[in-house]
């Protein structure tokens, strides 16, 4: 078992870059948590607090630092793991959706086969902002005729709003800004 760890010390090893990838943005920089053996292990073991290995068929980790997070929580969960990608990276047959961004708009695709009807999903991201990345991963999620158990984020920017977009949703972050 790893050693707990607080969300204060989550959010104390969070690097703040002003100013990337533009001007404006402050970028919530993951890196030192995973580079610290404890504090990746602790974040992983808050991200699943709440569920027992074996009640999740798939966790569903989005392009590209949720995959991280999304991959660790599925071994500890005994559960698959799903990636949805930008469009154009899944090789197979897969479903896509568009979503709005700032400015212009992004898709997102997740392959045919990778839930089956009824599956329990648990759907990791790294930082949940304006909430169109998740809402459109939920979306593919249910395409596929899965159930979305619990959404998780590391950080939660509240001031953005996100929640609004995922309504009807149980939603967790660990570090909110
Ligand atoms: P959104 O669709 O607006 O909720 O954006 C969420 C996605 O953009 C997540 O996958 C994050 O990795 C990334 N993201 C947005 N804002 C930031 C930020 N300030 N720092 C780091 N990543 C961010």
């Given at each position: 078992?790893?050693?707990?760890?607080?969300?204060?010390?989550i959010?104390h090893?969070?690097?703040?870059?002003?100013?990337f990838?533009?001007?404006?943005?402050?970028?919530?920089?993951?890196t030192?948590?995973?580079?610290?053996?404890?504090l990746?292990?602790?974040?992983?073991?808050?991200?699943t607090?709440?569920?027992?290995?074996?009640?999740?068929?798939?966790?569903?980790?989005?392009?590209?630092?949720?995959?991280?997070?999304?991959?660790?929580?599925?071994?500890?969960?005994?559960?698959?793991?799903?990636?949805?990608?930008?469009?154009?990276?899944?090789?197979?047959?897969?479903?896509?959706?568009?979503?709005?961004?700032?400015?212009?708009?992004?898709?997102?695709?997740?392959?045919?086969?990778?839930?089956?009807?009824?599956?329990r999903?648990?759907?990791?991201?790294?930082?949940?902002?304006?909430?169109?990345?998740?809402?459109?991963?939920?979306?593919?999620?249910?395409?596929?005729?899965?159930?979305?158990?619990?959404?998780?984020?590391?950080?939660?920017?509240?001031?953005?709003?996100?929640?609004?977009k995922?309504?009807?949703?149980?939603?967790?972050?660990?570090?909110?800004?």
């Amino acid at each position: 078992m790893p050693a707990s760890v607080t969300p204060q010390e989550i959010e104390h090893a969070i690097r703040n870059v002003p100013d990337f990838p533009k001007p404006g943005i402050q970028f919530k920089d993951i890196t030192p948590v995973l580079a610290d053996a404890r504090l990746f292990a602790g974040t992983i073991e808050l991200l699943t607090k709440n569920f027992a290995p074996g009640s999740i068929d798939a966790v569903v980790g989005i392009d590209a630092r949720g995959f991280i997070f999304a991959a660790a929580a599925a071994t500890r969960l005994h559960a698959g793991f799903v990636p949805v990608r930008k469009k154009g990276k899944l090789p197979y047959q897969t479903i896509e959706e568009d979503y709005a961004l700032e400015y212009g708009h992004a898709t997102v695709a997740i392959h045919t086969d990778a839930l089956k009807p009824g599956d329990r999903v648990l759907l990791v991201d790294d930082l949940l902002a304006t909430g169109g990345t998740a809402a459109a991963a939920t979306s593919l999620v249910k395409k596929l005729g899965a159930e979305i158990v619990e959404i998780n984020f590391l950080i939660e920017l509240k001031f953005l709003n996100g929640r609004d977009k995922l309504k009807g949703y149980s939603i967790r972050s660990l570090v909110t800004y």
